[in-house]
């Protein structure tokens, strides 16, 4: 037996043992279908009846357990979390029976089960399997695009199908057409193995075998065949064929990288394959049946194959074959379960192929295999067999099904590697545990463990340079009888056949893995019970003994791949002697299963299972750091060297707590490098806590307890001691500094190294690696410790090497710690590998920076790429943005930066000073976004600026300054965040939030009722968002008006006084006719309060949808009876609120916000059970279609709908369909409406009975669905449609003129402002044959297909051969508009001139008239002008001239003009030009078109009292009256306006006379306007706006509640299509409620005026985006904010989708406008005056109104309030409150710990207790960033900003530096600093000081000033010359003078 502990040494102690059993299985047991599915099974074997039933129970029970457990398995992962990023923890899929149970579960946390599913048949296999989805614009463009959507799912494997469920909840299920022998999760989807029964024979010749592999890229795609390309074949190309190998199986699969691995059971040979999608040509090559390939046998016909699968899937597959258990619903083919399958096409990959030619070395037998491969049917195996059971029942009948489609394969393997042919292969020598592993320095291995042969076969390969291949490298063989990866740390775990558990990394061995409380396993028979504690050495073992420092390795013992040192025949021979000794020894490791990271399960022999952790190779980021630059920089092989050694030391069992892993890391790293660790005195005192660590040799464990000189020495020259020293409380308690005695060792004859070693000759390149990371630890202010105990290795290497610079260097950064007397070793140079990147001159990123700063001329900086990260950040950020170099951060290899590798050449580059002067050219401002936006790509954040020294971050500060005063408003929420404006990033953030329900609307939606509505009925107006409300209109109760004259749930008030004469029978029925005329308004009050609750409400999916009940009823005062209409007295219109209910309906689904989550059920749901409120579900579902909502709804509930026959459910739905398709042209919504439309169906088809008003509605859905399109036959049938003549009996008689004007609608809407442009139609005439309708004339000759229809005149209506122009007069007139809308088409718009004589004035109605010039005005749309001089232009002059005045008192006389058909044609004239003055303007709040048309309607108003008023006729005037108060509503949308108000809620009193049912629609429509979305939505202008308002505001009003004569009530709701949101409500964003803020809004310039900008208060409607160039928030309360629109309106448009929300912030010491409206009562506006007495005076209490953030509260309080004795600290208190004054209203709070750290380090140094020069550097840095040119630049155009910029404090400490360092050179620091720069020691009191002295006047080290030649100098002139090259400011020359002049030789001189 050799040494024990050595062997100890070098094991490795696992970690976290836990025993294992599968979360699964217990749950399984639980699991309440577990008991019926076991009794159903045992229910014919048992006789449950017996005596005692339940033990029966039991004991059966008992029975099936135990044949269970042998059917169970399980697998784990890696854990995802939700958001898809991995989780240290594991989740585990666990297989029994029927079940399936899918569990998570962590390392503190107990698994939980996360899914259990069970299916009917027993599961065979179940796995995790991403699917991608391609999207649909993906498929043309490359298929990797980053829109494809990746469905997680879990796939469970049956005999006969498969079941797929996802994650986000769609379950799959796919019927097999084959039995499948295994299944595999691929990078792409499924691949099926087909399984062979054995008993199937060889195919007859003429036909080619059936694939044996079938991939499924979604479950609902085809199973497709997979397609194999292998190597060359004999006819010299390579064959693309299916796989029908029979004698292929898998073995392994992987996603990345993609590749497949075959095991050949014949040839026993192991192939790996690449798996990547097929190429179109590859897809053509096997479809096609090509002759050139030889005879048909060898191509697979895939017409043959298809029809197979497909009979076989259709379930008629022969007899007897293994497919007979279909169930029925298994049997359908699958197409018919997915109408969307066959529209897919498959997505063909051009990933480029991954072929691969042979390379010769494989040998001949590679080849042979693989032609064996092609030639599969000649070769006729004993296993290869045909799919039926019986040889006679070949199923070709089958064959003879004539295909349609082939089945076009998907996927492809492409041949990589073959194994090599020894002659030793056994038969079964298949691969039963395949992976893929990463060794330490990320060399990738294929591994597959071979167990009749007890080996593991690891074969290299990696990718190509150009990434498209994969290239193989050779085999090593290690013996082993099992094996598992250890991802988490790059190894592997082998266990050996001795049962040792040994650790690999690669093929490199590091060493066994000891498992405390197992035995180690032994061979020898004598020693029965090895003792747990010494592990014993196995015989496969070979071992040495090793030197105790692990001193220089022979190669063979460790570290040479394996298999050659093994005795395999000893070791075969040895197997059966090892099981004996296991069974007498009990328990021994037997198998290892379930990787996941770095834990592993252990199988015992015992059938228990332990699950330990392989510790990780490093904890401390000090030493992973190191470790990582060391591994980079050293050549392959040397690295896994290296850290195989040092995981040896670190992980020995009872290692070093985590504290000492620094210290045994340089230990272990001196060692490698030949030192002798034991003789070197720093290194030996190394301080490893807790138990010593085997690496160093254990005579320290010395037994005294009492103590000894030697310890006290021992503790004083410990690391602690040191660095408790330098320590500033040290210093603060005036401890005296304790020397340790001379120690008692002789160490006067130096160390010399063993130059042997490891690393001996790479000295330098790790000396400079770890350099770097001193350097890369120096921009982490949190790595201050690191830094400290590294600087001590890197002095003793400098030390050692000879390198002055770097130890000056040192010193000057640690003064403190790199004391002068330390030992040195020899270092034999000559064997010293001098790396080409190695710089004399130590790389300083501070001096870099501060060359930088200074305008010189820099050379590249080195840095280690991955590991010196934040070096690279600094510097390219620096370069960009001191530099001005935009290029710096545009590319990766940029020239201020040059990387370092293993072995490469430096690169050459010649420092051309003028590429670091400032470049004046680029903007400044966006030399600070590029830097922002750049740091935020590469993942900076604000943590990581806060680990910055503050002099570095500086820049990067004033840059982040800069952005955030003027930010661009559509930056992602990263860059926001890191410029600190959290308004800008919560915009972001909302921005990227899906449609649903974001935050906004909780943030815009008030949830709690005011206690008044909770009493009082719904009246549908509850969801307001009362909050913005108030803030728009907050001087007055508007808003409560409004809701008081829109209710229409409570009865009204019917106040009838009793006349005496009256009977009580009279005086009811005059209160019930009262209450009728009343009902003609309340009737009308629903459309108005739609518009009013518009896209207010977010519903609740598991509630109705609360529908206001329309209350028809009265009371009468004063006994407040009920008055009802019902009672009998007086005759009610039958059907009268039948329209009141369906508007009411629409009303309530229009608060429906678009962006709510609905859903079809939902829909449905809401469909009411009793019959009376149908009229309101037709009008819910047309408000939903307006809202967009009812695309959602499934097909086959609308025809349910539709088929009930339910007229206005069938108006509501065709309406609400169109208008959520609008423009689409959708044929399904086509076919629809075509039933409803006669003129659409075919002449010969069957007449439908189609409701008359349904028609109407059918023929403008038609009109919204072809909107813009111009499609001709539509255009054509709708023409026709204008003039159909009346049927014969009856058809088409009533209500002729709203179908008439519907067509026309629906013509306008289709050719919408095509204008003359419409393509393909100049046959049909359009205009003539409008204008022929318009003005009449005789009927053209009906063409097209309906001659039919109309050949029998109309038996009511003797219309003649001309047309009705009282029909089709007003759809003519608006189509004319609609087409040539905005034309500014004279000729068109002459025909629509008002006639100017008399006699053809008598022609013309006058309502028509309105209609005309309305027309006339919209298609002369640019000469509409807001002033009552354009509005009298279209009035002809005989009607000027003779009309009456509006405010005449008198009539004039006239006989041969009708003065009643002039004054009618007047009033009209103007009303029909004011209502187009209302489109020209709508939703623009211009002032000049509200005060005109005002003008006009309070004229009207007049006239109406005026005595001639009875000439024009009352209904007339009130018509007039009507259009002109909905123009004023149009143009002042949703403002609210309170004049406009007034005029509504004069025209809601009057009740009774003239005023019928239509009037009230007018009126309380216009209210509903001026209030649209409670103040949220305006109107747009756009060619649809106007075609939906058209619609929805023709101006002929109904007379009474059921009258759809000339225009269909329903389309009165069609404003919805013209409502756009366009309110902007700003939020604040710390308080997160709605305020006011000033923006200002820039116009455009157009032909009417120039670019022009106005300030409004928000929240505001903003004007149309499209007139708009920008809007932005302005100052100086809020931070401002532009929002650039001459970029795209989209940012903006999604901010005011989302409910308008612009977040704002306000600025520091300002209160927002609600509070002080004035601006009197801001802090700052007190304070301006005086800029220094106030500083003072500023109070810390004060400090809540500038700021939000709880840190600077809390900064306040404690340091800056005074508190009693003050005494000296008063002063300090003053600093801090005027530095936080100063921060806050300035607005950097970020930079009060600059400030802060500055004062802290002026302080020390003046009370000379500077250890360290880190904090002198920054300070610097910072003077130097001030001074630096491009920031003088940039203050030069921007004065009045900047960090630091308005006080006194840089001046002030830069004094205090120059001073306390001044005073100390006059102290006598004059004397070292001479001593230094001859280069002799300074005395040690002085050198911290002469360290700070030297870094703040950046004295050049000694040797240079020796070089410049200094000594002969005699002026200040002379030194100044010489300095000039050595970059050294005057000032510090000017103290180095007096020093270098006064030298005596050089005075002598």
């Known amino acids: 037996m050799s040494d024990h502990s050595d062997e100890r040494a070098t094991m490795i102690a696992a970690g976290d043992l836990q025993e294992f059993a599968p979360r699964g299985r217990e749950h399984c047991r639980r699991h309440p279908s577990a008991l019926t599915l076991q009794l159903r099974r045992l229910q014919p074997a048992s006789e449950l009846c ?154 007859s010749p ?178 290869r067999h045909s799919i039926t059971h019986s040889p006679n029942s070949t199923s070709s009948d089958s064959f003879l099904i004539p295909e349609t489609e082939p089945i076009v394969p998907e996927l492809c393997i492409d041949h990589l590697w073959t194994e090599t042919v020894t002659n030793m292969r056994e038969k079964n020598s298949q691969a039963s545990k ?151 020894h009990g328990t021994f490791i037997h198998a290892l299963r379930d990787p996941v ?113 030697e310890d006290w020495e021992y503790l004083l020259g410990s690391d602690y001691h040191r660095n408790f020293e330098s320590h500033p409380v040290a210093k603060a308690l005036r401890l005296d500094p304790l020397e340790a005695s001379a120690p008692k060792d002789d160490f006067s004859h130096s160390l010399s190294l063993d130059s042997s070693t490891l690393l001996f000759t790479h000295i330098p390149a790790v000396f400079f690696v770890l350099h770097l990371i001193y350097e890369e630890l120096k921009l982490n202010s949190l790595m201050g410790e690191g830094i400290r105990s590294l600087v001590v290795l890197l002095v003793q290497l400098a030390r050692d090497l000879k390198l002055e610079a770097y130890i000056d260097y040192y010193y000057r950064d640690y003064p403190a710690l790199v004391k002068t007397s330390r030992q040195t070793c020899v270092i034999d140079q000559g064997f010293m590998h001098q790396p080409s990147f190695f710089s004399a001159e130590p790389p300083s990123i501070f001096q870099w920076l501060s060359s930088c700063l200074k305008g010189e001329a820099v050379q590249p900086y080195p840095y280690l790429p991955g590991i010196c990260e934040r070096s690279k950040l600094v510097v390219v950020s620096v370069a960009l943005y001191i530099l001005g170099d935009e290029s710096a951060v545009s590319n990766e290899a940029s020239h201020y930066l040059y990387k370092i590798t293993s072995g490469q050449r430096k690169q050459q580059i010649e420092p051309d000073d003028n590429r670091c002067s400032f470049r004046q050219s680029t903007s400044v401002s966006s030399l600070a976004e590029k830097l922002v936006i750049w740091m935020t790509n590469v993942g900076f954040t604000l943590r990581d600026l806060e680990s910055l020294p503050f002099g570095v971050a500086l820049p990067i500060r004033d840059a982040i300054y800069y952005c955030r005063e003027q930010p661009a408003s559509d930056w992602p929420e990263a860059v926001c965040l890191l410029i600190g404006r959290q308004d800008l990033s919560k915009q972001a953030c909302e921005g990227n939030l899906q449609k649903g329900k974001s935050s906004v609307g909780q943030v815009l939606s008030s949830d709690i009722p005011s206690g008044t509505e909770s009493e009082e009925d719904e009246d549908g107006m509850n969801d307001m968002n009362e909050e913005v409300m108030s803030l728009i209109w907050s001087e007055d109760l ?134 009376e409120l149908a009229n309101e579900y037709a009008g819910f579902l047309m408000a939903l279609g307006l809202n967009g909502h009812l695309t959602k709804l499934a097909t086959l509930n609308i025809h349910d709908y539709l088929t009930k026959g339910h007229e206005m459910t069938s108006i509501g739905l065709l309406l609400g369909v169109s208008a959520a398709k609008l423009g689409t042209m959708d044929m399904a919504i086509t076919r629809l409406l075509s039933i409803h439309i006669p003129a659409l169906l075919p002449p010969t088809s069957t007449e439908l009975d189609v409701p008359h008003n349904v028609q109407v509605a059918a023929v403008i859905g038609i009109g919204l669905v072809y ?178 005045s509006l405010h005449a008192t008198e009539l004039p006389s006239s006989e041969d003009l009708s003065l009643e058909t002039l004054a009618q044609a007047h009033v009209y004239i103007i009303a029909g030009a004011c209502l187009s003055l209302g489109f020209r303007f709508a939703g623009s709040e211009n002032l000049a078109a509200f005060k005109c048309l005002y003008k006009y309607a309070t004229d009207f108003l007049k006239c109406l009292s005026a ?111 013209a409502a756009e949101p366009r309110l902007l409500t700003p939020v604040d964003v710390d308080t997160n409620t709605p305020c006011y803020a000033l923006i200002e809004v820039t116009y455009k310039g157009t032909q009417w005026y120039t670019e022009a900008t106005e300030e409004l208060m928000a929240p505001t409607l903003l004007p149309e985006l499209h007139l708009l160039k920008q809007i932005r928030v302005k100052g100086p309360r809020y931070w401002e904010l532009l929002i650039d629109l001459s970029k795209g309106t989209n940012h903006l448009k999604s901010i005011l989708s989302k409910g308008g929300v612009l977040y704002v912030k306000l600025r520091a010491g300002q209160l927002s406008y609600k509070e002080d409206p004035m601006g009197w009562r801001s802090l700052l506006a007190q304070t301006v005056t005086h800029r220094n007495s106030e500083a003072r005076a500023f109070k810390p209490e004060a400090i809540s109104a500038f700021t939000s953030d709880p840190a600077l509260f809390s900064f306040a309080d404690y340091f800056c309030k005074p508190t009693v004795n003050m005494g000296q600290k008063q002063e300090i208190l003053d600093l801090f409150s005027s530095i936080l004054y100063e921060c806050v209203t300035q607005e950097n709070p970020e930079m009060l710990p600059t400030y802060i750290a500055i004062d802290q380090a002026v302080r020390r140094l003046e009370r000379r207790e500077m250890s360290e020069t880190f904090e002198l550097w920054q300070i610097k840095l910072v003077l130097e960033f001030f001074s630096s040119r491009s920031h003088q630049e940039r203050m030069s155009r921007n004065p009045n900003r900047g960090l630091f910029m308005n006080s006194e404090f840089l001046p002030v400490m830069k004094c205090t530096i120059d001073n306390t360092l001044d005073q100390w050179l006059q102290a006598g620091g004059d004397v070292s600093l001479h001593s230094y720069l001859s280069g002799q020691p300074a005395e040690e009191s002085q050198l911290s000081m002469l360290a700070c002295f030297l870094i703040y006047h950046s004295v050049p080290m000694p040797g240079q000033l020796a070089a410049g030649g200094l000594e002969g100098t005699a002026s200040f002139s002379e030194l100044l010359l010489k300095f000039k090259q050595l970059n050294m400011p005057v000032r510090a020359l000017l103290r180095l003078a007096p020093l270098l002049l006064r030298n005596p030789q050089s005075m002598v001189l």
């Open 597 to 709: 990271h770095n834990r592993v399960t252990l199988e015992l022999s015992n059938n228990t299972m332990i699950r330990i952790t392989i510790p990780e190779i490093a904890t401390s980021e000090l030493v992973k750091r190191c470790l990582q630059g060391i591994k980079a920089i050293l050549p392959k092989e040397i690295a896994v060297q290296m850290l195989v050694k040092w995981y040896n030391a670190y992980n020995a069992p009872g290692g070093p707590s985590y504290h000492s892993e620094w210290n045994l890391f340089v230990t272990c790293l001196m060692n490698m490098m030949g030192y002798n660790t034991e003789r070197l005195s720093w290194t030996r005192n190394l301080d490893f806590e807790g138990s010593l660590s085997p690496v160093i040799a254990p005579k320290k464990a010395r037994p005294s307890e009492t103590g000894s000189d």
């Open 1507 to 1617: 005595p001639t008023a009875s000439i024009t006729g009352h209904y007339n005037l009130e018509t007039c009256l009507s259009v002109l108060l909905l123009s004023l509503a149009m143009v002042m949308a949703g403002s609210g306006n309170l004049k406009v108000l007034q005029l509504c809620r004069f025209m809601h009193k009057k009740t009774g006379g003239e005023m019928n049912y239509g009037f009230h629609l007018a009126h309380h429509m216009a209210l509903g306007l001026l209030f649209l979305g409670g103040g949220r939505y305006s109107l747009s202008t756009s060619n649809s706006s106007i075609a939906a308002l058209l619609c929805a505001l023709y101006p002929h009003f109904p007379v009474h509640s059921t009258d759809n004569r000339y225009h269909l009530q329903a389309l009165r709701h069609l404003y919805v299509l």
């Open 206 to 383: 003429p036909r080619e075998p059936l694939p044996t592999m079938f991939s499924m890229l979604h479950p609902l795609d085809e199973i497709t065949p997979l397609v194999c390309k292998s190597g060359a074949g004999v006819f010299g190309s390579a064959r693309v064929q299916y796989v029908a190998d029979y004698t292929l199986r898998i073995v392994f699969l992987n996603a990345e990288p993609s590749i497949v691995m075959t095991y050949d059971t014949v040839q026993s040979l192991h192939t790996v394959w690449a798996l990547r999608r097929v190429k179109p040509e590859e897809q053509n090559t096997v479809l096609k049946f090509s002759e050139q390939m030889g005879t048909p046998q060898h191509v697979a016909t895939s017409s043959s194959l298809t029809a197979h699968l497909r009979s076989f899937s259709k379930g008629d597959s022969p007899v007897g074959s293994p497919f007979q258990n279909y169930s029925s619903i298994h049997s359908q083919s699958r197409s018919v379960s997915s109408p969307s399958m066959q529209s897919r096409s498959p997505s063909i990959s051009n990933m480029a192929a991954l072929s691969r030619s042979h390379s010769p070395a494989l040998g001949v037998h590679s080849f042979s295999g693989v032609q064996r491969f092609n030639f599969s049917s000649n070769a006729q195996s004993p296993k």
């Open 1038 to 1171: 508007r808003v409560q008006e409004v809701r008081r004259l829109l209710q229409s749930a409570r009865p009204v008030r019917v106040n009838v006084v009793q006349m005496p004469e009256a009977s009580d029978h009279e005086y009811i029925e005059e209160k019930e006719n009262r209450l009728l005329q009343l009902c003609q308004r309340t009737m009308a009050l629903p459309v108005g309060r739609g518009m009013f609750t518009l896209f207010s409400y977010h519903p609740v999916p598991t509630e109705q949808l609360p529908i206001p009940k329309l209350n028809l009823t009265g009371r009468a005062p004063p006994r407040n009876t009920t008055v009802d209409l019902n009672s009998g007295n007086i005759d009610v219109p039958p059907n009268m609120a039948c329209w009141a209910s369906f508007h009411n309906g629409v009303a309530a689904g229009l608060k429906i916000a678009p962006a709510s989550q609905i859903d079809s059920a939902w829909i449905v749901y809401n469909k009411p059970k009793i019959a």
């Open 50 to 203: 017996s005596s005692d039933g339940a033990a029966g129970l039991v004991g059966s029970l008992r029975e099936v357990t135990i044949h269970e457990r042998q059917r169970e398995s399980w697998q784990l992962r890696k854990g995802i979390s939700d958001v898809g990023e991995e989780v240290d923890y594991d989740e585990e899929l666990y297989v029994a029976s029927n079940m399936v149970i899918w569990s998570k579960g962590s390392k503190n946390q107990a698994s939980t089960v996360y899914k259990a599913f069970t299916v009917d048949s027993p599961v065979l296999q179940a796995l995790w399997c991403d699917f991608t989805i391609p999207q649909e614009k993906s498929e043309k463009s490359d298929v990797s695009g980053s829109d494809e959507v990746v469905e997680k799912c879990i796939c469970i494997l049956q005999n006969s199908c498969i079941n797929v469920h996802s994650i986000e909840g769609k379950d799959y299920i796919a019927a097999l057409p084959f039995q499948v022998a295994n299944v595999w999760p691929t990078k792409y989807g499924l691949l099926f193995e087909r399984s062979s029964s054995s008993h199937e024979v060889p195919p």
């Open 434 to 584: 395949v992976f893929i592993t990463t060794d330490l320095c990320g060399q990738k291995f294929l591994c597959f463990l071979v167990e009749s042969q007890l080996q593991l076969r690891c074969v290299k390969f990696q990718e190509s340079n150009d990434k498209s291949q994969l290239i193989f490298g050779s085999v090593t063989n290690i013996q082993a009888k099992d094996a598992a990866p250890v991802q988490g740390i790059d190894t592997l775990l082998v266990l050996e056949g001795s049962g040792n558990l040994v650790l690999y990394s690669g093929v490199v061995r590091v060493g066994k893995v000891f498992i405390p409380g197992l035995p180690a396993p032994s061979l020898t028979m004598s020693n029965q019970m090895p003792r747990p504690s010494t592990p014993l050495d196995s015989v496969s073992t070979p071992s040495k003994p090793l030197n105790k420092h692990l001193g220089p390795l022979e190669e063979g013992v460790l570290l040479s791949p394996v298999p050659e040192l093994r005795d395999s025949s000893k070791l075969h021979d040895s197997t059966y002697v090892e099981d004996c000794t296991f069974q007498q």
């Open 1267 to 1444: 909107q813009g399109t111009a499609h001709r036959h539509t255009a054509e049938v709708l023409l026709a449609e204008i003039g159909r003549p009346p049927g014969p009996e009856m058809e088409y008689c009533t209500d002729r003129e709203s179908y008439s004007l519907a067509s026309g609608l629906a013509l306008g809407m289709v050719c919408l402002g095509h204008g003359s442009n419409l393509i393909g139609m100049s046959d049909l005439n359009v205009p003539e044959q409008l204008y022929q309708y318009m003005v009449g004339g005789h009927r053209r000759f009906q063409a097209g297909m309906h001659r039919e229809k109309h050949k029998s005149p109309s038996y009511q209506i003797k219309e003649g051969d001309t047309i009705n122009v009282d029909v089709t007069c007003p759809g003519a007139t608006l189509a004319l508009a609609m087409i040539y809308l905005k034309t500014n088409n004279r000729s068109i718009a002459d025909w629509l001139q008002a006639p100017d004589t008399m006699y053809l004035l008598d022609f013309v109605k006058p309502e028509f008239l309105l209609l005309r010039t309305l027309a006339r005005c919209l298609i002369l749309w640019d000469d509409i002008l807001p002033n009552s001089k354009w509005v009298n232009s279209n009035v002809p002059q005989i009607i000027r001239e003779n009309s009456i």
